[in-house]
């Protein structure tokens, strides 16, 4: 069995990472450990690095940007791979698109992970196995084969859109929000009540509203994102939360603006510095726990994100979706890129790539009735949903298929979870100095409660 040196790795994703990599034993090891033998220079020739370089080398993607040792361990094993013959891979590891119902910061087990070997699918300025998935899609695969993944997307789709199904909630959505606005019926939530009233007011204006201007009755969901996140750091296109509401609220300032905290935040598990106030400023409603993605998805014309996965959720629910930053689902066709439009170089150079890559074609008369758009997501669930990630169900203990997943997913409201990382991370939660931020976060969401109550 071929050896996987796994570096940096946290204690809780040392627990279930052998679960994905069957074909490999992992060794652990400490990234200041590669970093000492990087920094002294040692021959390719000498024990140490014959060793390293004669495995395959494992991280956790997003640490790239905040440990420069395994930035530069990937470099060298990168270069190593280019002038020798030796069969040594990296893998970039990350959380999949449907992951659990439960976050994983509260160490809900993922059901999927995405170990990609070329790059990551968040930063946009190098390709990655999707796009190249993707690109095989479109020029190498046969009829026969595709015509099984299309139907097999298809279907995925209208699972996905019945079940509620979106990353960390899997069928948790309100059902019946649709229903509580058209009969504006009162509830013990405040904020909820007020944001029924206001919707039912902004529609009823709308409607009325005699120069019939679409900008008018624009309803547009804006998702935030934690601010140390790697889609922000690599691919953000120098967007931040605060800078994207301010612009979507300048070129829309009639429309219906719902701001959602990410849920990371909310719980105080990652750090979030936004203005509360000046959210309040520009947001017709901001949303905590009371709506989900799913929820605000459904209700809303228009999804504006810098990198969120809510992007992708809504495209697959055919709204309209902008782009500020360059995630994975961007340059394709399928979204309005503001930052390609404004040249930002990453965007670019992004672009560049994936416009090559032609969604939108079809292999089977079958599919001939479809719309573009249509065939361009169903391929892009292809991609990313089927072919991209790798799915281990931690019920039945095998790797298993998106399908089987979202059936596991369904059966329960919490997924399998880590109670002793949980406890031991909320009992040293205090004593941990980059929760500070995020708990000072949570008090201004005080000022929001007292506004619903006005």
């Known amino acids: ?46 024990n140490d690095n014959n060793f390293l370089y004669n495995n395959s080398l494992a991280f956790w ?35 999949g698109f449907i992951r659990s119902n439960g976050l994983g910061s509260n160490f809900y087990y993922p059901y999927s992970l995405v170990i990609d070997k070329t790059g990551i699918y968040y930063d946009p300025k190098n390709s990655c196995d999707l796009e190249k998935i993707l690109y095989e899609l ?32 899997v069928g948790n959505s309100n059902n019946s929000i649709a229903k509580l606005i058209i009969t504006n019926q009162p509830l013990d939530n405040q904020s909820l009540n007020r944001f029924i009233r206001d919707y039912n007011e902004f529609i009823k204006k709308a409607s009325t509203n005699n120069n019939n201007s679409t900008n008018e009755k624009k309803i547009i969901f804006v998702p935030a994102q934690v601010d140390d996140d790697a889609s922000i750091v690599l691919g953000g296109c120098g967007y931040s939360n605060i800078s994207l509401l301010r612009e979507v609220r300048k070129n829309n300032p009639n429309s219906f603006i719902i701001f959602k905290i990410h849920p990371d935040a909310l719980s105080g598990n990652r750090e979030c510095e936004i203005n509360i106030k000046e959210v ?42 902008y782009c500020y930053g360059m995630p994975f689902y961007a340059g394709y066709g399928l979204t309005v890129d503001i930052s390609v439009e404004k040249k930002h170089p990453i965007a670019l150079e992004s672009y560049s790539r994936r416009n090559k890559i032609n969604l939108f074609s079809v292999k089977s008369n079958l599919h001939r009735h479809l719309s573009s758009t249509d065939i361009g997501i169903n391929n892009l669930i292809i991609g990313s949903l089927i072919l991209y990630p790798t799915y281990y169900n931690w019920d039945k203990k095998c790797i298993s ?39 000072n976060l949570l008090e201004q969401y005080q000022i929001k409660e007292n506004y619903f109550k006005n």
């Open 1 to 46: 069995m071929n050896k996987l040196l796994c570096v940096g790795l946290s204690f809780w994703k040392k627990i279930f990472i052998q679960k994905y990599l069957k074909t490999y034993k992992c060794i652990f090891m400490s990234s200041s450990y590669f970093n000492k033998k990087f920094s002294k220079h040692i021959s390719i020739k000498s």
């Open 61 to 95: 993607a997003s640490t790239i940007i905040r440990d420069q040792n395994i930035n530069l361990i990937e470099k060298e094993y990168q270069k190593n791979a280019h002038s020798s013959d030796k069969q040594s891979t990296v893998l970039h590891i990350e959380d």
């Open 138 to 169: 479109a020029n190498d695969l046969d009829n026969e084969e595709y015509l099984s993944l299309f139907e097999r997307a298809n279907s995925l789709k209208d699972l996905i859109i019945k079940n509620n199904i979106s990353k960390y909630s």
């Open 280 to 321: 309040l400023s520009l947001a017709n409603y901001i949303c905590t726990y009371e709506l989900t993605n799913i929820d605000c998805i459904n209700l809303c014309n228009e999804v504006h994100t810098i990198s969120s996965l809510a992007g992708f959720e809504a495209l697959i629910r055919n709204k309209k979706v």
């Open 401 to 439: 298929t998106v399908e089987d997943i979202i059936d596991t997913l369904l059966q329960k409201s919490c997924s399998k979870q880590n109670k002793l990382c949980y406890w031991f991370s909320k009992l040293t939660k205090p004593f941990r100095k980059n929760f500070l931020n995020t708990n």
